[in-house]
């Protein structure tokens, strides 16, 4: 019987021995976690390779709170505090330094056509299946969202083009599908492109109004410099094409006058380029004029860094239908092409131009560059976009940087944020 009570003594003994180490070492756990969690994030130049980063999808529990279509109250607040759904995205903003003093996010996508009925019908069954909700995720995430729009948003019947010659296209879209645009989010689409008199002037107005009509705001018009408020920052917007009856890229002196006034006018520049040849033939930028079918596309190279020197903070470039190289001129980003990012069985996909990305940077109200990320995004076979797991935009434009500005010290780590050799540019000093 002793002997019985002192086995059940030995063992009531040894089981609160091991509960009171397991408690300690959780207690122990749990405070490194905490601690880990709240250290410093070091941000690093890094070429690994990326295929093994997951994005969420939409059917992945992605915030604890819904998310709303409009992101207008998302946008005032984003300065202040980070989006609900940002620390679940794997470029989440936690990795900014959120300054104290007044910044803006900047989103910019490549040409955007959401189908034609003209001259056939290749529309969608559901408009809203041209962005898929993976990708709305990321486009809630912007002060200002910008795209390059190159279809006419009218009901006009007659187009200005003659496109019975080869390689000549007029694209229209119902007027109703300017509703699309604003419930993704878009503040400024660019109409500075060859596409904008598809329908001629009457289609022009047409879209310019409907876009009008739903909150959207269009850039690209002559003489014109689009100014736009948002978090205590006042944001100049020009479009420039190589065409007369926009602002033209080929007239050099009137360009850089209208951006030394917009720069008097606003805290931050933006200039919008529609410039350089077509195809996956022009996928490199060189420092000389480009010619697409003999017409005049521009020097890339010489426009964009004439808009830095006088006073530009953004260049934002499109219509080589195809991803260019970025670089940091005078501490200015610069993206050569953003390349395609909706086009519905219009666009092509084949090869390099169904690589796309959302370019996303953070300026401050001094114009400095304060952070700048690629999201790579890749169009599936009919033309719409998918946030892409394989980063192919982010090897691409890896290979076209150090082909075409080898002397650059930018380079893209692994997560799709530009750094500089040494550190990131968007660390804030």
Not at 221 to 227: A, G, P, S, V, W
Not at 256 to 272: G, H, M, R, W
Not at 352 to 359: E, F, G, P, R, V
Request: overall charge positive.
């Amino acid at each position: 019987m002793t002997n019985h009570r002192l086995k059940s003594l030995v063992s009531l003994a040894f089981l609160s021995i091991c509960l009171g180490f397991g408690f300690i070492m959780g207690v122990l756990i749990r405070s490194g976690r905490l601690q880990a969690s709240s250290s410093k994030v070091t941000l690093v130049s890094d070429s690994t390779n990326v295929d093994s980063v997951q994005f969420p999808t939409s059917s992945q529990n992605l915030s604890s709170k819904k998310l709303s279509s409009k992101k207008l109250s998302s946008k005032n607040s984003l300065t202040n505090k980070l989006i609900s759904t940002a620390s679940n995205l794997p470029f989440s903003q936690e990795n900014y330094s959120i300054a104290e003093e007044a910044s803006v996010v900047i989103q910019a996508v490549g040409d955007l056509v959401p189908g034609t009925n003209f001259p056939n019908y290749r529309l969608p069954k559901n408009k809203n299946q041209l962005f898929p909700e993976s990708v709305r995720i990321y486009l809630r995430r912007a002060d200002i969202l910008f795209g390059n729009f190159e279809s006419s948003l009218t009901s006009y019947r007659y187009t200005a083009k003659d496109i019975s010659r080869g390689q000549v296209f007029a694209f229209r879209s119902p007027p109703s599908y300017a509703s699309l645009f604003a419930d993704v989010g878009f503040d400024i689409l660019n109409i500075a492109n060859n596409h904008s008199l598809d329908f001629g002037t009457v289609g022009l107005k047409d879209t310019v109004r409907n876009l009008k009509s739903v909150g959207i705001e269009t850039t690209g018009h002559k003489n014109q410099i689009l100014l736009l408020e948002k978090n205590d920052l006042t944001i100049a917007t020009i479009g420039f094409s190589p065409y007369s009856f926009h602002n033209s890229i080929h007239d050099l002196e009137k360009a850089k006058a209208l951006v030394e006034i917009a720069k008097t006018q606003a805290d931050v520049v933006i200039v919008s380029m529609h410039a350089g040849a077509e195809g996956t033939q022009a996928l490199r930028v060189r420092n000389k004029t480009e010619y697409f079918y003999g017409e005049n596309r521009g020097n890339s190279i010489k426009f964009a860094r004439n808009m830095i020197d006088s006073g530009a903070d953004l260049v934002l470039g499109h219509g080589p239908h195809v991803p260019r190289a970025l670089n940091i001129y005078k501490g200015k980003l610069i993206a050569y092409s953003l390349g395609n990012f909706l086009g519905y069985k219009t666009l092509s996909t084949r090869a390099q131009t169904a690589y796309s990305m959302i370019l996303e940077v953070r300026i401050n109200k001094k114009g400095r560059l304060l952070a700048a990320k690629i999201i790579p995004v890749h169009l599936d076979s009919r033309g719409i976009p998918q946030i892409d797991q394989h980063f192919r935009t982010v090897g691409l434009l890896r290979y076209l940087i150090n082909k075409d500005f080898p002397e650059t010290s930018i380079q893209i780590n692994k997560k799709g944020e530009i750094v500089t050799m040494n550190s990131s540019i968007t660390q804030s000093k």
